[in-house]
Protein backbone atom coordinates (compact mmCIF):
# COMPACT_ATOMS: atom_id res chain seq x y z
CA UNK A 1 0.00 0.00 0.00
CA UNK A 2 1.17 3.14 -1.09
CA UNK A 3 2.37 5.86 1.88
CA UNK A 4 1.40 9.44 2.92
CA UNK A 5 3.75 10.86 6.27
CA UNK A 6 2.39 13.53 8.14
CA UNK A 7 4.79 15.81 9.70
CA UNK A 8 2.31 18.62 11.24
CA UNK A 9 2.34 19.90 14.87
CA UNK A 10 -1.54 18.59 14.70
CA UNK A 11 -1.23 15.15 13.48
CA UNK A 12 -3.14 13.22 15.79
CA UNK A 13 -6.22 15.13 13.90
CA UNK A 14 -5.02 14.99 10.26
CA UNK A 15 -3.63 11.24 9.87
CA UNK A 16 -7.31 9.84 11.16
CA UNK A 17 -8.58 12.00 8.84
CA UNK A 18 -6.70 11.23 5.40
CA UNK A 19 -6.90 7.84 6.29
CA UNK A 20 -11.03 7.82 6.78
CA UNK A 21 -11.14 9.89 3.50
CA UNK A 22 -9.07 7.81 1.25
CA UNK A 23 -8.84 4.17 2.84
CA UNK A 24 -6.20 3.05 -0.13
CA UNK A 25 -3.41 5.06 1.67
CA UNK A 26 -1.53 3.79 4.93
CA UNK A 27 -1.15 7.36 6.56
CA UNK A 28 0.78 7.80 9.32
CA UNK A 29 2.16 10.52 10.92
CA UNK A 30 4.22 12.83 13.78
CA UNK A 31 4.71 16.13 15.30
CA UNK A 32 8.33 17.99 13.79
CA UNK A 33 9.69 18.06 16.92
CA UNK A 34 9.66 14.08 17.19
CA UNK A 35 11.42 13.07 14.14
CA UNK A 36 13.81 11.00 16.15
CA UNK A 37 11.38 8.72 16.76
CA UNK A 38 9.84 8.45 13.59
CA UNK A 39 10.09 5.30 11.68
CA UNK A 40 13.30 5.50 9.17
CA UNK A 41 12.26 2.32 7.29
CA UNK A 42 8.39 3.63 6.86
CA UNK A 43 9.56 6.96 5.94
CA UNK A 44 12.32 6.13 3.34
CA UNK A 45 9.39 3.81 1.69
CA UNK A 46 6.65 6.91 1.49
CA UNK A 47 5.86 8.79 -1.32
CA UNK A 48 3.88 11.54 0.05
CA UNK A 49 4.38 13.88 2.61
CA UNK A 50 1.46 16.24 3.83
CA UNK A 51 3.03 19.01 6.64
CA UNK A 52 3.59 22.59 6.74
CA UNK A 53 7.35 23.40 7.22
CA UNK A 54 9.65 20.77 5.80
CA UNK A 55 11.63 19.72 8.62
CA UNK A 56 15.38 20.23 7.75
CA UNK A 57 16.53 16.64 6.80
CA UNK A 58 13.34 15.25 6.12
CA UNK A 59 13.91 15.01 2.47
CA UNK A 60 17.01 13.17 2.60
CA UNK A 61 15.48 10.54 4.66
CA UNK A 62 12.67 10.24 1.86
CA UNK A 63 14.11 9.05 -1.18
CA UNK A 64 11.14 8.03 -2.50
CA UNK A 65 9.26 11.14 -2.33
CA UNK A 66 7.00 12.39 -5.18
CA UNK A 67 4.25 14.55 -3.97
CA UNK A 68 4.23 17.51 -1.04
CA UNK A 69 0.60 18.47 -0.17
CA UNK A 70 0.69 21.58 1.74
CA UNK A 71 -1.30 22.19 4.98
CA UNK A 72 -2.34 25.10 3.62
CA UNK A 73 -2.71 28.17 0.78
CA UNK A 74 0.76 29.51 0.78
CA UNK A 75 3.58 27.92 -1.05
CA UNK A 76 6.30 30.59 -0.39
CA UNK A 77 8.65 28.20 1.94
CA UNK A 78 8.46 24.98 -0.16
CA UNK A 79 8.25 26.23 -3.77
CA UNK A 80 12.44 27.53 -2.61
CA UNK A 81 13.52 25.06 -0.52
CA UNK A 82 17.10 23.97 -1.01
CA UNK A 83 16.58 20.30 -0.05
CA UNK A 84 13.48 19.42 -2.09
CA UNK A 85 14.02 18.79 -6.09
CA UNK A 86 12.11 20.05 -9.50
CA UNK A 87 10.39 16.59 -9.71
CA UNK A 88 8.83 16.17 -6.26
CA UNK A 89 5.39 17.62 -6.81
CA UNK A 90 3.74 20.71 -4.74
CA UNK A 91 0.28 20.91 -4.23
CA UNK A 92 -1.93 24.00 -1.88
CA UNK A 93 -5.08 23.85 -0.52
CA UNK A 94 -7.20 26.73 0.73
CA UNK A 95 -10.33 25.09 1.37
CA UNK A 96 -12.53 27.54 3.16
CA UNK A 97 -9.77 29.98 4.32
CA UNK A 98 -11.91 32.71 2.17
CA UNK A 99 -14.42 32.12 4.93
CA UNK A 100 -12.44 32.28 7.97
CA UNK A 101 -10.59 35.08 6.18
CA UNK A 102 -13.62 37.34 5.30
CA UNK A 103 -14.97 36.75 8.89
CA UNK A 104 -11.67 37.98 10.53
CA UNK A 105 -11.48 41.09 7.93
CA UNK A 106 -15.30 42.27 8.48
CA UNK A 107 -15.06 41.80 12.13
CA UNK A 108 -11.73 44.04 12.87
CA UNK A 109 -13.12 46.41 10.36
CA UNK A 110 -16.57 46.40 11.90
CA UNK A 111 -15.18 46.99 14.74
CA UNK A 112 -13.90 50.55 14.56
CA UNK A 113 -16.79 51.27 12.24
CA UNK A 114 -19.47 50.27 15.12
CA UNK A 115 -17.11 52.01 17.61
CA UNK A 116 -17.06 49.07 20.16
CA UNK A 117 -14.10 50.57 21.76
CA UNK A 118 -15.68 53.59 22.02
CA UNK A 119 -18.49 51.87 23.34
CA UNK A 120 -17.17 49.95 25.74
CA UNK A 121 -14.90 52.45 27.27
CA UNK A 122 -18.51 54.73 27.54
CA UNK A 123 -19.99 51.71 29.60
CA UNK A 124 -17.26 51.26 31.97
CA UNK A 125 -17.63 54.87 32.69
CA UNK A 126 -21.44 54.92 32.83
CA UNK A 127 -21.62 57.67 30.26
CA UNK A 128 -24.62 57.37 27.70
CA UNK A 129 -22.78 59.13 24.37
CA UNK A 130 -25.06 59.81 21.30
CA UNK A 131 -21.86 61.17 19.82
CA UNK A 132 -20.25 57.33 19.31
CA UNK A 133 -22.58 57.34 15.87
CA UNK A 134 -21.44 54.21 13.82
CA UNK A 135 -19.50 55.05 10.28
CA UNK A 136 -21.25 54.52 7.59
CA UNK A 137 -19.35 52.35 5.19
CA UNK A 138 -21.89 52.22 2.53
CA UNK A 139 -19.79 52.77 -1.22
CA UNK A 140 -16.36 53.51 0.78
CA UNK A 141 -13.51 51.76 -1.14
CA UNK A 142 -11.59 48.77 -0.04
CA UNK A 143 -9.02 47.21 -2.09
CA UNK A 144 -8.10 43.43 -2.05
CA UNK A 145 -4.51 42.92 -3.05
CA UNK A 146 -4.49 38.95 -4.18
CA UNK A 147 -7.71 37.76 -6.06
CA UNK A 148 -7.68 34.16 -6.22
CA UNK A 149 -10.34 32.35 -3.88
CA UNK A 150 -9.87 33.84 -0.59
CA UNK A 151 -9.30 37.60 -1.87
CA UNK A 152 -12.82 36.64 -4.09
CA UNK A 153 -14.46 36.00 -0.67
CA UNK A 154 -13.16 38.64 1.28
CA UNK A 155 -14.30 40.66 -1.33
CA UNK A 156 -18.09 39.73 -1.37
CA UNK A 157 -18.00 39.70 2.29
CA UNK A 158 -17.20 43.82 2.06
CA UNK A 159 -19.46 44.24 -0.71
CA UNK A 160 -22.48 42.28 1.02
CA UNK A 161 -21.70 45.21 3.76
CA UNK A 162 -22.16 48.24 1.22
CA UNK A 163 -18.77 48.85 0.62
CA UNK A 164 -17.51 49.30 -3.27
CA UNK A 165 -14.66 46.53 -3.76
CA UNK A 166 -11.78 46.57 -6.13
CA UNK A 167 -9.43 43.54 -6.34
CA UNK A 168 -5.72 44.06 -6.87
CA UNK A 169 -4.07 41.42 -9.01
CA UNK A 170 -0.81 41.00 -11.50
CA UNK A 171 -2.66 42.29 -14.00
CA UNK A 172 -5.64 43.97 -14.85
CA UNK A 173 -8.67 41.62 -16.60
CA UNK A 174 -12.47 42.09 -17.42
CA UNK A 175 -14.05 40.42 -14.17
CA UNK A 176 -18.53 39.58 -13.90
CA UNK A 177 -18.19 40.45 -10.30
CA UNK A 178 -15.80 42.79 -9.09
CA UNK A 179 -13.25 45.46 -10.77
CA UNK A 180 -10.02 44.11 -10.99
CA UNK A 181 -6.97 46.49 -11.55
CA UNK A 182 -3.19 45.82 -11.70
CA UNK A 183 -1.25 46.28 -8.74
CA UNK A 184 0.95 49.05 -9.72
CA UNK A 185 -2.37 51.12 -9.40
CA UNK A 186 -2.18 50.90 -5.40
CA UNK A 187 -0.20 54.43 -5.45
CA UNK A 188 -3.38 56.05 -7.23
CA UNK A 189 -6.03 53.98 -5.37
CA UNK A 190 -4.55 54.37 -1.47
CA UNK A 191 -5.58 57.90 -1.12
CA UNK A 192 -9.65 56.89 -1.51
CA UNK A 193 -9.36 54.28 0.02
CA UNK A 194 -11.11 53.06 3.85
CA UNK A 195 -9.18 49.71 3.81
CA UNK A 196 -6.70 47.46 2.21
CA UNK A 197 -7.00 43.94 2.46
CA UNK A 198 -3.22 41.67 1.86
CA UNK A 199 -4.31 38.42 0.49
CA UNK A 200 -1.23 37.90 -2.19
CA UNK A 201 1.39 35.15 -1.93
CA UNK A 202 4.68 35.96 -1.08
CA UNK A 203 6.83 36.24 -4.13
CA UNK A 204 9.70 38.41 -5.41
CA UNK A 205 7.36 41.03 -6.76
CA UNK A 206 4.95 40.73 -3.71
CA UNK A 207 7.89 40.71 -0.97
CA UNK A 208 8.25 43.97 1.01
CA UNK A 209 6.02 46.00 -1.11
CA UNK A 210 4.40 47.68 1.84
CA UNK A 211 7.38 50.16 2.17
CA UNK A 212 7.38 53.42 2.67
CA UNK A 213 7.27 54.77 -0.72
CA UNK A 214 4.07 52.70 -0.85
CA UNK A 215 2.81 54.05 2.24
CA UNK A 216 3.24 57.33 1.73
CA UNK A 217 -0.02 57.28 -0.08
CA UNK A 218 -2.23 56.47 2.81
CA UNK A 219 -3.76 58.61 5.12
CA UNK A 220 -5.07 58.86 8.73
CA UNK A 221 -8.50 57.12 8.03
CA UNK A 222 -6.79 53.44 6.31
CA UNK A 223 -6.93 50.09 7.64
CA UNK A 224 -4.72 47.66 6.95
CA UNK A 225 -5.36 44.07 7.43
CA UNK A 226 -2.49 41.32 6.50
CA UNK A 227 -3.79 37.37 6.43
CA UNK A 228 -1.51 36.85 3.34
CA UNK A 229 2.33 36.82 4.30
CA UNK A 230 3.94 38.58 6.73
CA UNK A 231 7.28 39.85 4.44
CA UNK A 232 4.47 41.74 2.57
CA UNK A 233 5.28 43.95 4.90
CA UNK A 234 8.38 45.96 5.77
CA UNK A 235 7.47 46.44 9.64
CA UNK A 236 10.06 49.68 10.10
CA UNK A 237 8.11 51.52 7.55
CA UNK A 238 4.83 50.33 8.74
CA UNK A 239 5.06 51.69 12.12
CA UNK A 240 6.72 55.23 11.06
CA UNK A 241 3.24 55.52 8.51
CA UNK A 242 0.91 54.99 11.31
CA UNK A 243 3.17 57.73 13.70
CA UNK A 244 3.33 60.02 10.84
CA UNK A 245 -0.78 59.35 9.93
CA UNK A 246 -0.72 58.04 6.84
CA UNK A 247 -2.29 54.64 8.28
CA UNK A 248 -4.88 54.57 10.73
CA UNK A 249 -4.60 51.04 12.03
CA UNK A 250 -2.92 48.05 11.21
CA UNK A 251 -4.41 44.40 11.81
CA UNK A 252 -1.91 41.79 11.17
CA UNK A 253 -1.89 37.95 11.63
CA UNK A 254 1.40 36.80 9.92
CA UNK A 255 4.25 37.79 10.05
CA UNK A 256 8.24 36.82 9.41
CA UNK A 257 9.11 35.38 12.03
CA UNK A 258 6.57 33.29 14.00
CA UNK A 259 5.64 33.34 17.03
CA UNK A 260 5.93 36.97 16.76
CA UNK A 261 9.37 37.70 18.88
CA UNK A 262 8.94 39.51 22.62
CA UNK A 263 11.14 42.40 21.81
CA UNK A 264 8.81 43.32 18.62
CA UNK A 265 7.75 46.59 18.91
CA UNK A 266 4.71 45.58 17.36
CA UNK A 267 3.35 43.84 20.54
CA UNK A 268 2.89 47.83 22.03
CA UNK A 269 2.02 49.39 19.32
CA UNK A 270 -1.28 51.53 20.37
CA UNK A 271 -2.48 51.30 16.39
CA UNK A 272 -1.33 47.89 16.05
CA UNK A 273 -3.47 44.74 16.18
CA UNK A 274 -1.31 41.29 16.89
CA UNK A 275 -3.22 37.85 16.11
CA UNK A 276 -1.33 34.75 16.62
CA UNK A 277 -2.21 33.42 13.00
CA UNK A 278 -5.16 32.26 12.75
CA UNK A 279 -7.65 34.41 10.50
CA UNK A 280 -7.33 31.18 8.07
CA UNK A 281 -7.09 28.22 10.46
CA UNK A 282 -6.39 24.34 8.63
CA UNK A 283 -9.16 21.96 9.80
CA UNK A 284 -9.43 18.84 8.44
CA UNK A 285 -13.44 19.11 7.49
CA UNK A 286 -12.76 21.78 5.47
CA UNK A 287 -9.35 21.52 3.51
CA UNK A 288 -9.75 17.49 2.69
CA UNK A 289 -12.43 18.24 0.02
CA UNK A 290 -9.84 19.89 -2.00
CA UNK A 291 -6.89 17.36 -1.26
CA UNK A 292 -9.48 14.75 -1.78
CA UNK A 293 -9.07 14.18 -5.38
CA UNK A 294 -5.28 13.90 -5.44
CA UNK A 295 -5.05 11.59 -2.54
CA UNK A 296 -7.79 9.64 -4.95
CA UNK A 297 -5.14 10.04 -8.11
CA UNK A 298 -2.06 9.48 -5.44
CA UNK A 299 -3.61 6.07 -4.09
CA UNK A 300 -4.39 4.62 -7.50
CA UNK A 301 -0.90 5.49 -8.58
CA UNK A 302 -2.10 8.40 -11.14
CA UNK A 303 -0.54 11.67 -11.72
CA UNK A 304 -0.62 14.50 -8.99
CA UNK A 305 -2.92 17.59 -10.79
CA UNK A 306 -2.45 21.29 -9.84
CA UNK A 307 1.40 21.66 -8.53
CA UNK A 308 2.33 25.15 -7.81
CA UNK A 309 4.48 27.21 -10.52
CA UNK A 310 7.70 26.80 -8.78
CA UNK A 311 8.90 29.73 -10.90
CA UNK A 312 5.61 32.06 -9.84
CA UNK A 313 5.67 30.94 -6.69
CA UNK A 314 2.14 29.83 -6.24
Known amino acids: MIKLAVIHHRHLDWVPALQAAEPGIEVRGWHPKD ?6 AWLADAEGLF ?20 SGAGVDHLVHHPELPARIRI ?21 EAQRVSGCADAQA ?11 DLTGKLALV ?10 GRALKELGMCVTGLVRAPRSDPEFELRGAMDL ?18 ATRGMMDARLLAHGHVDLMLINVG ?9 LIAALEAGRLGRAVLDVFPE ?6 SPLWRHPKVVVTPHHAGPSVPAHLIPDILPNLRRFASGLPIEGAVDRARGY
Do not use: H
Not at 100 to 110: E, G, S, V
Not at 258 to 263: C, I
Open 91 to 111: TRADGAFGFWMARYTAAYLLM
Open 51 to 70: CWKLPEGLAARMPKLAWIQN
Open 258 to 263: EPLPAG
Open 229 to 237: RGELVVADD
Open 187 to 204: PSLLPNARTLILAAPLTE
Open 125 to 135: AGIWDPKLMPE
Open 35 to 40: LEAADG
Open 145 to 154: LGFGRIGRQI
